[in-house]
């Protein structure tokens, strides 16, 4: 989806407000909306791809005046009525429809208590053969899907070249509308700054993006 | 489209939320200041705190979460993660040759070894080492991912527009703004996180910090150092005693 979630080499964003000794959470509701958000995901309703595609999914103009845990809340509240854990009345009355049954919490004090990164797919899988090798030249594919994808705008069409194969990875663009996980490799691909922005960017630099097969493209060079 | 029949209904539903309890309580003020333009305005209750605050206590009665799990959660992330973790791993690698090199190979069992647990680093952790000709920023254009078991959760200007927008652009520029100006020579990489693996840089050892401690060391390892908008400086009036 060409969202405005997908800002890189936007301009005029104004200047960046750093923060000395932030807090973790800027208010309570802050923290509140960053845990029910997590202790949610035990209920495996729907999975990490699916959750950022919801975020995108907020109308734009939205999505840019909002703070970062308002959209987290915005999204929450969209996505308990989307995926039927939460009726829309519940949610607008607070209160539980008289009568339904009561849950018992998956989100354990326990499972708080350890940091535990998600892991979506043992990426070491053999049966996946990787379609490009690193050394070799790639062109990002030119697509525009409406759906949830993790191909940058400003790197489509681009020529880049592999640099590393992290192993094998679920495909957000499938998974994030439950269309399968169409397991394959992702690399690091390394784009030249003059490739993606032109002959003002230094010769020096250039910009690593991680991309799935389904991605790229041979250059037949 | 499905999709935009969800962003549509979510209108209806909020309206309809916005004549509930929440809305009642929201002062008039909140609501007079954002219409005067004409698009297709939501009428939302806009006092986040209020929402949260009733949509958790909706599902806590519904059992869907447990508000102590909720508490136990926000501890963990206010008082366990944070960058002096990731300050830790800069420091040992800085005092121990061999710990770097595993750091920079297998990121998540080195990181183990700090005693942040076994899991603390996921298998999708990548070190990238800064070096006098090679600097290396982290950004994530397209939401905010970010290596938050180590380094804790993102700072709001990580999760900017600006940060975001630009950091692949005008890498230089946005360095600049952090008070960071680099020779021309030295060649800048942008790593931008589109997909699961989650990258933090190892900054370079400042000079003159040979005599410190790897304990004093850490103290001077900062998160923007291991996202790669800063460099780590010694304490002005020269090294700690």
Request: overall charge negative.
């Amino acid at each position: 989806m060409n969202g405005v979630h997908d800002m890189g080499g936007m301009q005029c964003m104004g200047p960046i407000h750093h923060e000395a000794n932030e807090p973790v959470f800027h208010s309570v509701w802050e923290a509140r909306v960053y845990a029910i958000n997590r202790a949610l995901f035990a209920w495996h309703k729907w999975n990490l791809d699916a959750w950022r595609y919801d975020i995108e999914q907020l109308p734009p103009p939205d999505y840019l005046r909002m703070s970062y845990y308002e959209k987290w809340l915005a999204a929450l509240e969209n996505r308990v009525v989307k995926y039927g854990i939460v009726t829309k009345e519940e949610l607008a009355s607070g209160k539980p429809t008289p009568g339904s049954a009561r849950a018992t919490p998956v989100f354990t004090v326990a499972m708080a208590r350890v940091v535990q990164p998600r892991i979506t797919a043992p990426s070491n899988d053999p049966s996946v053969v990787p379609l490009f090798q690193v050394g070799e030249r790639v062109r990002a594919r030119n697509i525009n899907p409406l759906g949830h994808t993790r191909l940058p705008r400003y790197a489509r069409g681009k020529t880049g070249k592999i640099v590393l194969d992290h192993g094998v990875f679920l495909f957000p663009d499938t998974n994030s509308r439950f269309l399968g996980e169409k397991r394959q490799h992702v690399y690091s691909v390394q784009f030249a700054a003059r490739e993606l922005w032109g002959e003002d960017a230094s010769p020096k630099d250039s910009v690593y993006l991680d991309m799935w097969d389904d991605y790229l493209e041979h250059t037949g060079s | 489209m499905a999709d935009d029949n969800t962003s549509m209904d979510r209108r209806g539903f909020l309206k309809h939320a916005a004549t509930g309890a929440v809305a009642a309580t929201i002062p008039s003020s909140m609501h007079s200041q954002d219409h005067d333009h004409d698009h297709d305005h939501q009428v939302v209750p806009s006092d986040p705190a209020l929402r949260t605050k009733a949509l958790e206590s909706l599902l806590v009665e519904k059992g869907l979460v447990d508000q102590a799990a909720l508490d136990a959660l926000i501890d963990t992330f206010e008082h366990k993660v944070g960058p002096r973790n990731g300050a830790k791993v800069v420091a040992r690698a800085w005092t121990d040759p061999n710990y770097k090199a595993r750091l920079l190979s297998d990121a998540a069992s080195a990181i183990a070894e700090i005693g942040l647990g076994k899991s603390a680093a996921g298998d999708h952790t990548l070190v990238l080492e800064n070096t006098p000709k090679i600097h290396n920023l982290v950004v994530c254009t397209l939401c905010s991912c970010y290596p938050w078991t180590v380094l804790g959760l993102p700072p709001v200007w990580y999760k900017s527009t600006a940060y975001r927008s630009r950091a692949v652009i005008d890498p230089r520029g946005v360095l600049r703004e952090f008070g960071l100006q680099l020779d021309e020579d030295v060649e800048v990489r942008v790593w931008d996180s589109t997909a699961e693996l989650r990258y933090f840089v190892l900054p370079e050892r400042p000079a003159g910090s040979e005599n410190l401690s790897e304990s004093e060391l850490a103290e001077l390892v900062t998160r923007d150092a291991m996202v790669g908008v800063a460099k780590v400086l010694m304490p002005a009036g020269g090294a700690k005693a």
